[in-house]
């Protein structure tokens, strides 16, 4: 903690390995993914705010979030966008683009451009890279 109370961002992988679980780890800063239809708010329907499982930072809103069939929890468009980063990605040798924390740099899935909705995207992103905030009523 800092002089605001606030948590200091880890610097180093040793850090960040006591500071989330395993799972959380090999996705945040490994960009593993996790298994699918495992996720835990892979169904949640209340009302809130998904944020970063890392940083805290605000990533989606339940309001964005429709269920893909993918198995991991889809959004058609970040609560606010100067908080996300995406990222051309050819890692598995088919080009994608990568969702990433912009404060602490996390990975946090891919986007796509077949979105049900009127945005036309499909962020799908790791259950376990998010927390949930559920809306005080
Ligand atoms: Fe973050």
Redesign the pocket.
Known sequence: MDSKGKKKMPTSDLEWQSRLTQEQYSVLRKKGTEIPFTGKLLHNKEKGNYI?A????QLFSSDAKFDSGTGWPSFDEPANAKNVLLKSDSAIGMSRTEVL?K????HLGHVFDDGPTKTGKRYCINSCALTFEKKEK
Do not use: L, Y
């Not at 890392?54 to 930072?57: E, N, P, T, V």
């Open positions: 970063c890392a940083c805290g930072a924390c404060k602490c740099g996390g």
